[in-house]
């Protein structure tokens, strides 16, 4: 198995250590959970309940059938390079801010990965920062990652510690099925994708709900809780050099947030005229100007990790926050 990679969320560098009721550190061959300094988790959670698939929670219904795409399926907390055609390779893996990672459980079992746990009430002023004017970078809630381009090492057999940029020029976007008993409200849930400067998440007016989700790159905006002019960026913009895909429950000002549920059926739809080769068989053509890569982007941009790269996105998160 392999290392899983947290990249910062909101601002807020996720849990990296093992610890009963948290996902984190690495991960041994063989999926059980393991301990230490190394940033994120991948991989089963032996003592995890969370997330077996049911019905739908706080919301409505989801889009409809699920679109063709490439599927992107997982065993147990791993996607590996040669089951797909796109050379995705990574861990699927939990984090969350130091309150609501108390209790956090991530379930990576088979082809689904699930999360249990409370996202923290927002505490305005921060115990952390006192002077801050709002409080969603410190609070800023949980999350479900997967990382697009994180090689094996091979000196260690475990996923690199900082994973690459994953070219996605030839995909439109992602489709996905949440399932089960605490699905957040809405408001609450988002789904985005991010690269090393950012994330692109999905606003108010695009839902996370039960059932089968579509999101394509221009619905994914940057600073998603500000939706003022002049117009945000839309993650077209950043698409050739994405590190994850995510699954977020922000926090509120006015109650806790709680949640149980799964992620499972992940797609990547591709863009019309796109060809690519069998699985196991890198590169992809058929769109004039789309990079022939089977996902391995040239570079190693450090994707977040310790390093808190979305920090300055995270204080503006506040305005984000479902309740403030």
């Known amino acids: 198995m392999a290392t899983g990679f947290a990249a910062c969320d909101n601002g807020s560098s996720p849990d990296n250590t093992a610890t009963a009721g948290k996902s984190g550190g690495p ?17 089963a959670n032996p003592s995890g309940t969370a997330g077996t698939p049911g019905t739908g929670g706080g919301n409505t219904g989801g889009s409809g059938p699920a679109p063709e795409g490439v599927p992107i399926t997982p065993t147990d907390g791993w996607v590996d390079a040669a089951s797909n055609a796109l050379g995705i390779v990574g861990a699927l893996y939990s984090y969350a801010d130091d309150t609501s990672g108390m209790g956090l459980m991530g379930t990576f079992v088979g082809e689904t990965g699930c999360m249990k746990g409370t996202a923290a009430q927002v505490m305005d002023p921060c115990t952390v920062a006192p002077t801050a004017s709002d409080c969603f970078g410190t609070f800023w809630g949980a999350a479900m990652g997967l990382n697009l381009n994180q090689p094996k090492d ?10 690459l940029p994953f070219d996605a020029s030839m995909l439109r976007g992602f489709t996905f099925e949440i399932t089960g008993p ?5 408001k609450s849930l988002r789904f985005k994708v991010e690269n090393a400067k950012g994330e692109f998440c999905t606003p108010p007016s695009k839902k996370v709900l039960p059932g089968v ?34 699954w977020a429950v922000v926090t509120d000002k006015m109650a806790t947030v709680p ?18 080769p069998p699985v196991g068989t890198a590169g992809a053509s058929g769109v004039a100007g789309a990079p022939a890569s089977g996902g391995a982007a040239a570079g190693g941009a450090p994707a977040g990790g310790a390093t808190a790269s979305g920090g300055a996105g995270g204080a503006k998160a506040g305005a984000g926050g479902t309740g403030g």
């Open 27 to 43: 991960v041994v061959p063989g999926g059980t959970a393991g301990s230490g300094n190394n940033p994120g988790g991948g991989g």
């Open 154 to 163: 091979p000196a260690t057999g475990m996923g690199v510690k900082d994973p």
């Open 182 to 186: 605490t699905i957040p409200v809405a």
């Open 213 to 246: 989700n579509t999101f394509e790159f221009k619905d994914l905006i940057a600073e998603c809780w500000h939706t003022t002019e002049p117009p945000n960026a839309t993650a077209e913009t950043a698409q050739s050099a994405l590190l994850k895909i995510s």
């Open 259 to 276: 949640f149980d549920f799964c992620v499972s059926n992940i797609r990547a739809l591709l863009k019309p005229g796109v060809m690519l």
